[in-house]
């Protein structure tokens, strides 16, 4: 498993927007300073967003989320990490893709043809993602008759859409999308049954940090659930996360150094 840390280029972010682009302008000297200590961390692969998704959060055109995301790209050109851009618009994914993103994470799992027939195109790995609804509505009234069938056969479909398209099984990667359309119970459901998700051996991405199912179970506001975090971090790896989309890099490693250890100890 690997850790990718989140970097949100918005004013409206649940957890951390504003951070990164205040006064409606990119802050690149903090954007490096924050890309750096995730590195540092131990992060892997960073998640660039220009859009919130949080429950409610307005739409931006691809106009404005190139704004955002682009600069963020060019600025960290030089680092030594997978730039992944966390984005549904095909316009983004090409300009994302010819400033040298590798890895496209699509909120809405390739509903739009346009944006497969851009990674098809490219080399870069594919992140397909459930939802219902959009952001605008996913958390007014989520339902399903069985959360696990049906977020499984969503991503079967996607995934096999996806290689209709051109793109390689080993370009893709499936994740539940905790918290997009789906209620406490509904998540923890999918916590617990993780490997029915995975699609043909592909790699599950799970985003779970700070997210309010955390603060359900915990009481805690979004400042406060580090631990929580940590603690559905651990459940996701032992129930076969792959990558782990993160605020808190150095602490989420360390959870994952830990249970690595763990399971050497077991397999000797």
């Not at 690149?28 to 409610?56: F, H, K, Y």
């Not at 509903?111 to 990674?119: K, M």
Request: net charge negative; aromatic share 4%.
């Amino acid at each position: 498993p690997q850790v990718m840390g989140a970097l949100n280029i918005t004013p409206d972010s649940f957890s951390d927007g504003g951070k990164l682009f205040q006064s409606d302008t990119v802050v690149l000297d903090a954007v490096r300073e924050q890309a750096l200590a995730m590195i540092a961390g131990g992060a892997a692969v960073l998640d660039i967003g220009g859009e919130s998704s949080r429950p409610g959060a307005q739409a931006v055109s691809s106009a404005e989320e190139q704004r955002r995301v682009l600069p963020v790209l060019e600025a960290l050109s030089d680092f030594d990490v997978i730039l992944s851009v966390d984005t549904y618009h095909p316009e983004t994914v090409h300009a994302a893709i010819d400033h040298g993103a590798g890895m496209i994470n699509d909120i809405t799992g390739g509903r739009d043809p346009a944006v497969v027939s851009a990674v098809a195109e490219a080399n870069v790995a594919y992140a397909l993602m459930h939802m219902q609804g959009s952001p605008q509505t996913m958390q007014q009234s989520p339902r399903y008759r069985d959360v696990v069938a049906e977020v499984s056969v969503y991503l079967q479909d996607r995934f096999s859409a996806c290689l209709a398209a051109g793109i390689d099984a080993n370009r893709l990667l499936v994740d539940p999308g905790f918290g997009f359309g789906k209620t406490l119970e509904h998540n923890l459901a999918l916590l617990r049954a993780l490997p029915s998700v995975r699609v043909q051996g592909c790699p599950v991405l799970v985003g779970l940090s700070r997210k309010t199912m955390v603060g359900k179970i915990t009481g805690q506001p979004v400042g406060g659930r580090l631990s929580g975090s940590l603690a559905v971090l651990l459940l996701a790896l032992q129930n076969g996360a792959d990558l782990v989309r993160v605020h808190d890099v150095a602490e989420s490693a360390d959870v994952l150094k830990v249970w690595q250890a763990y399971n050497a100890h077991i397999a000797l």
